[in-house]
């Protein structure tokens, strides 16, 4: 069975316009099946953080090392990354900016990357680059609160091409039980 598979289930209670005789609201409870999703919210600044992690050690020893021009170093670094980057994914599902903070690269099995599938999700990941700027509105409740523009990151390009999944490590445990669950209820 493959993650994007893997079915999760949800309960949903909506209110009614009906009350029980102590005054409470009556909920409707529905009950879902949403497409599991192994990611946490607001992982692209960390996998941004964690990709300019992996992009000094090489543009530092690039520069001062060789005494490169910057932008040469720069784009030497970018080079080293993706090579470096594809091969420590594939031995160790990670990179070292992906290790602090603790993300884990794993394919649709759950297993971590091949050799060609972290290659191209690295060379994709530097087209995720390009920002997104959305407007934002406050709450009713919060008028001391400005509108304005923020700026996200739209990492997921490289993710949804090869099928792969940047998750935290301690979420690991529960990926392998869904994945165990679907396949004993697939073999019966």
């Known amino acids: 069975m493959r993650i994007s598979e893997l079915k999760e289930k949800k309960v949903i209670h ?3 316009r ?3 005789v102590e005054g409470k609201r009556i909920y409707n409870e529905f009950e879902y099946e949403l497409p599991y999703n192994p990611t946490h919210k607001g992982n692209e600044r960390e996998r941004l953080y964690a990709k300019i992690i992996d992009l000094i050690p090489f543009f530092l020893i690039f520069h001062f090392g060789f ?5 040469f170093s720069l784009f030497l670094s970018v080079v080293s990354v993706l090579i470096f980057g594809a091969i420590s994914e594939t031995v160790f599902g990670t990179t070292l900016g992906k ?3 603790r993300l884990k690269v794993i394919d649709d099995f759950g297993n971590k990357p091949k050799i060609f ?3 191209l999700r ?3 990941s ?3 680059f390009f920002s997104v700027f959305s407007e934002f509105e406050p709450k009713p409740n919060q008028y001391w609160a400005k509108s304005g523009t923020g700026l996200n ?3 997921h390009l490289n993710n949804q091409m090869t099928k792969t999944f940047i998750v935290k490590e301690n979420k690991m445990w529960e990926i392998r039980k869904f994945l165990d669950q679907a396949n004993l209820n697939k073999q019966q």
Request: no cysteine.
């Open 67 to 71: 005494h490169s021009v910057w932008i």
């Open 99 to 101: 290790k602090l903070f």
């Open 126 to 128: 530097f087209a995720n």
């Open 122 to 124: 690295n060379i994709l």
């Open 117 to 119: 599938k972290s290659t």
């Open 18 to 20: 009906n009350f029980d």
């Open 153 to 155: 990151f739209s990492m």
């Open 14 to 16: 909506r209110p009614t």
